[in-house]
């Protein structure tokens, strides 16, 4: 997706995605992501799913609905 650089907003809710690694590798060129749902994926099952996201797209206010500190919004 290297191609959709100024991609801001995604859904991927309940497309079975089960690694961080391929959502980091997929999504590496979306540097300007705000929001993203991946909400519904087996991947909310690890536990530091969040952090790593948050962290890895240093523009990401919205993850599953939710803030950084894990308020919905």
Do not use: W, Y
Not at 50 to 55: D, I, M, Q, T
Request: net charge negative; proline share 1%.
């Amino acid at each position: 997706m290297r191609q959709f650089g100024e991609l801001v907003q995604l859904s991927l809710h309940n497309n079975q995605i089960k690694s961080l690694e391929n959502i980091k590798a997929c999504l590496s060129g979306c540097k300007n992501m705000e929001e993203l749902d991946i909400s519904e994926n087996p991947v909310e099952k690890d536990k530091n799913f969040s952090k790593v996201l948050f962290e890895t797209f240093s523009k990401l206010e919205i993850l599953n609905g939710k803030d950084k500190n894990g308020k919905e919004v």
